[in-house]
């Protein structure tokens, strides 16, 4: 049941969109997130090089597909269950550069963990993103439970759960996708694939070179998609979205994406990658493909492109000012919550 | 009141707490039609339906991390791992998803779980099917850890449990299930969790137990008594949180005091009530804080010979509290 969507997107955009539903000032806004997460994302390795906060985990290049596959949710209803790689995905479903910051810099308000976690590990009760955590794969449980529960009550939502490929090797993601498959639960799950485990490339991990392959064996399609490719992230997302919103059960997407930086900032990708690799895999960047699209395809011209560039230059400066400005957690507040208990 | 062996009194508190409830739900092995391996969940299907009453595929991972999503939108999941011993899969999800939900999201998610599962030796179930598991989870903050062994206990603390907001494993010994017997009330009530009982008065040793043992350092004061030894006998219940008081007053005012705890003896929960009482009431000991429990080996060999072995017993808790009297 593995389909590949190849790129279809090389023609103009615009009118590509238009047959999907999608109009120029959607394609407009996924473009800003899209644009926002990256200028985020830079600016927390600057940050790091300078010495101002300890620790990065990047989602430079899976930005495409995050944004396009999670832009079909309906905010504040479904559910996102993130990996530290989400950046894009917990923008695009409701979170904001400031909020981004607040967990870079570990601050009392950062709503992802008030502090307390790595800077990376996001989620906002808000906006109905799931608290993550560092061992991988657990998450996929949890949007199973979600689903489960959404079934149960009725509610009607859906749940996106994302992880990396080298994830999809631990026994939790075949349990999840077994019981999503065998429920028909309304889970989508994205193999974000970037083609390393840290430091193990895709063909050390599994005899297989599509992970969406593994779909097969829980009864559910599973659809390769390129990640550079927005607009057919985004038309994949929606299939697999209104599936599960139609009660029709789970989908498995891969997404082809590329790791444009290091593991972390504490990683050193040259020691494992060729600086040709690195160089081609620039290719694959869904920043300059989107607004190559887009400008060719009219929707963007280069002065909204630039218009844009600034507002977001303005967004994160903001951003990043006002999270420094932010009080640390108190000493006092470290014992508190590891129970329920009642506080002003 | 009406008399329920200690299975009764689960099954009965499970089902009243669904009818009360209807965001709870039961989910694992064979807990669907066939009721569960030991008959805890009997009945449940044929009133709530597959639904609510869900028979997992063989995956203890998943029977806590779906339990934990759904938690987190808005169900009550209790889930039965169908013996402790096969728990371990489901460790990660326990440790560091559901016990940490709350801390690491500063309170925006909790994770209202519970856990249930069948722990305990000296029913011929060998190295996999009767380990004592929970020194592994008392260590850990964010879980609460309740092993009851009264019948009433059972129905109050599970209760308890299912309506806390908070993750609990509640470790039921097996040997229990139908062999203890005891009354349990009509109407609806509740055991607080983190409440000792002391279910013997005396005044020379303290011991301090839970489950099985609870039952066994009972039958023991009853033998030392015929020594002229006076006990008293503290049911912990609940072991984490710990009801560090009634322990605490207890020894202070006994002076003595034996730990009793089926698990292997090192780095056993007993351990730690064993350290709280050293530093908390050395001033009032008389005696060495000593601890009766189930040696060093890997699990509980199989043959009767080995497995007697293993076992506590009330003689051998008898011998430690004349040992620990004679101080």
């Keep these: 049941m593995t389909t590949t969507t190849t790129s279809e997107t090389g023609g103009p955009a615009g009118s590509l969109a238009r047959s999907l539903g999608l109009t120029d000032e959607d394609l407009v806004a996924m473009y800003r997130r899209l644009a926002l997460a990256r200028a985020i994302d830079e600016r927390m390795w600057v940050l790091n090089r300078a010495g101002r906060v300890p620790f990065v985990i990047s989602g430079q290049g899976h930005e495409g597909a995050q944004v396009g596959i999670v832009s079909n949710l309906r905010p504040g209803f479904d559910w996102l269950v993130p990996f530290y790689r989400s950046v894009a995905g917990v923008l695009t479903f409701g979170m904001s550069a400031r909020e981004i910051m607040l967990a870079q810099y ?85 193999i974000e694939n970037n083609g390393w485990a840290i430091s193990v490339p895709a063909a050390k991990q599994a005899p297989i070179v599509d992970f969406a392959e593994r779909a097969a064996g829980y009864g559910m399609p599973g659809v390769v998609v390129d990640g550079a490719d927005v607009i057919g ?5 929606h299939e697999a979205v209104e599936r599960a919103r139609r009660g029709e059960g789970p989908t498995l997407i891969e997404a082809k994406v590329t790791r444009l930086t290091a593991h972390s900032s504490d990683d050193q990708q040259t020691k494992y990658r060729t600086a040709e690799e690195l160089e081609r895999e620039r290719l694959r960047d869904p920043l300059p493909c989107f607004r190559e699209q887009l400008l060719e395809a009219s929707v963007l011209t280069p002065e909204g492109v630039a218009a844009i560039a600034t507002e977001i230059a303005a967004e994160v400066n903001d951003a990043t000012e006002w999270a420094e ?6 000493v006092a507040s470290a014992t508190w919550y590891v129970y329920a ?3 002003p | 009141m009406a008399t329920r062996t200690f299975i009764e009194a689960i099954r009965e508190g499970l089902r009243e707490e669904m009818r009360r409830d209807a965001s709870t739900i039961v989910l694992g ?64 999800q326990i440790v560091s998803e559901a016990a940490r939900m709350r801390y690491r999201s500063n309170n925006a998610f909790g994770c209202p779980i519970t856990i249930r599962a069948p722990f305990g030796g000296g029913v011929h179930g060998a190295l996999y099917h009767s380990q004592s598991m929970e020194a592994f989870f008392t260590h ?91 006990v008293e006998v503290i049911d912990i219940r609940t072991l984490r949180p710990l009801d560090r008081r009634t322990i605490l007053d207890s020894v202070r ?9 089926e698990d ?64």
């Excluded at chain 2, 991390?65 to 791992?81: C, Y």
């Excluded at chain 2, 609870?214 to 033998?223: G, M, T």
């Excluded at chain 2, 005012?253 to 705890?261: A, S």
């Excluded at chain 2, 005696?287 to 076992?311: I, S, T």
Aim: with cysteine; proline share 6%; hydrophobic share 40%.
């Design chain 1, 233 to 237: 992230c985004w038309r994949v997302g």
């Design chain 1, 106 to 190: 570990a601050k009392a308000p950062d709503p992802s963990s008030g502090g307390r976690q790595m800077p990376g590990h996001y989620g906002s009760a808000a906006h109905n993103i799931l608290s993550t955590s560092s061992p991988v794969a657990t998450q996929l449980l949890h949007a199973v439970g979600i689903g489960l529960a959404a079934r149960i009550r009725r509610t009607g939502q859906v749940v996106v759960t994302a992880l990396g490929e080298g994830a999809s090797n631990q026994g939790d993601f075949h349990e999840g996708l077994n019981f999503a498959g065998l429920h028909h639960l309304p889970v989508v799950t994205v």
């Design chain 2, 29 to 92: 092995e064979d807990v669907g039609v066939k009721g569960g391996v030991f008959l805890a969940t009997d009945g449940l299907f044929a009133e709530f339906g597959e639904e609510r009453v869900i028979d997992t595929p063989l995956t203890e991972s998943l029977i806590v991390g779906a339990s934990i999503g759904a938690a987190v939108n808005g169900l009550r999941p209790i889930a039965e791992i169908q013996f402790a011993d096969f728990i371990l899969p489901a460790f990660n």
């Design chain 2, 140 to 230: 850990v903050p964010g879980l609460k850890v309740v092993v009851p062994s009264t019948p009433y206990d059972a129905k109050g603390l599970l209760r308890s449990a299912i309506r806390d907001e908070d993750p609990v494993l509640f470790f039921e010994h097996k040997k229990m299930y139908r062999s203890v017997r005891g009354d349990v009330p009509d109407g609806e009530y509740t055991v607080p969790l983190g409440q000792a009982a002391v279910t013997r008065a005396g005044s020379q040793v303290t011991v301090i137990a839970y489950g099985l043992m609870a039952h066994y350092a009972l039958a023991a004061a009853d033998r030392v008594d015929e020594d002229g030894i006076s």
């Design chain 1, 325 to 330: 400005q932010q009080p640390d957690p108190t």
């Design chain 2, 264 to 327: 292997n003896k090192f780095g056993g929960y007993g351990a730690e009530i064993a350290a709280i009482v050293a530093e908390e009431a050395f001033d009032y000991l008389d005696g060495p804080v000593m601890r009766a429990a189930g040696p060093d080996v890997p699990g509980v060999p199989y043959n009767h010979v080995l497995e007697d072995w293993f076992m506590l017993d009330p003689e051998r808790i008898a011998e430690a509290i004349r040992t620990l009297a004679a101080y």
């Design chain 1, 341 to 343: 208990e009642d506080r």
């Design chain 2, 253 to 261: 005012k006994t002076g003595k005091c034996l730990v009793v705890y």
